[in-house]
């Protein structure tokens, strides 16, 4: 499980480990259940993973607004939207399933990566969206990363300042709606250089 910030003491140390998680992935596809939410928790390690060249999708069961992800600097990034009511109804699993496999592909190249929810306490619909990306990651053989709201004291993945601009934008812009769904919201402070 990441957080944003779950990175960068590790990176401090004397052994060299991955700058980000998904590096070595060439595909990534995040499934979320939320766009906002999405981009509050990984916002930045989404715009690394772009600004590599790293091909993204973006999968959301609720709803998405595309101005949010362009002001995140994700504007090319395609964001594909069930539309599900919340809390997701009975079935959405499968639902689920069927749009993330179809967004896959059926034999997918080596190296897919899956971004997904970690489960929280009082969230059903991430643990459904978890469980869905859990099942894909293990039938396609991909990596399957979690991403969770940051944690308070958790040292983590350091933003550039423009990353960390351009996510304080976009989830500015958000924040309304995204204060019902997490209890605080706080975007970790760009690395300076």
Do not use: W
Request: hydrophobic share 45%.
């Amino acid at each position: 499980m990441i957080s944003e910030n779950s990175l960068a003491a590790a990176r401090a140390g004397r052994h060299r480990i991955p700058e980000t998680p998904l590096q070595r992935a060439t595909r990534v596809v995040a499934v979320a259940t939320d766009g906002g939410e999405l981009l509050a928790e990984a916002g930045g390690l989404l715009q690394h993973l772009a600004s590599t060249g790293t091909p993204l999708d973006v999968l959301v069961a609720e709803g998405a607004n595309a101005r949010v992800f362009a002001r995140c600097g994700l504007r090319t990034v395609p964001v594909h939207r069930l539309g599900l009511r919340r809390p997701l109804p009975p079935g959405a699993e499968g639902d689920l399933l069927a749009a993330l496999s179809e967004l896959i592909g059926f034999d997918p190249e080596p190296g897919l990566g899956i971004l997904a929810p970690a489960e929280l306490a009082d969230r059903p619909d991430r643990a459904v969206v978890g469980h869905v990306a859990g099942m894909a990651a293990r039938v396609y053989g991909a990596e399957l990363v979690h991403s969770a709201p940051h944690a308070p004291g958790t040292p983590g993945y350091a933003l550039t300042r423009g990353e960390a601009a351009r996510k304080r934008y976009a989830v500015g812009a958000a924040a309304a709606a995204l204060e019902t769904v997490l209890a605080e919201l706080r975007i970790p402070a760009p690395r300076t250089g």
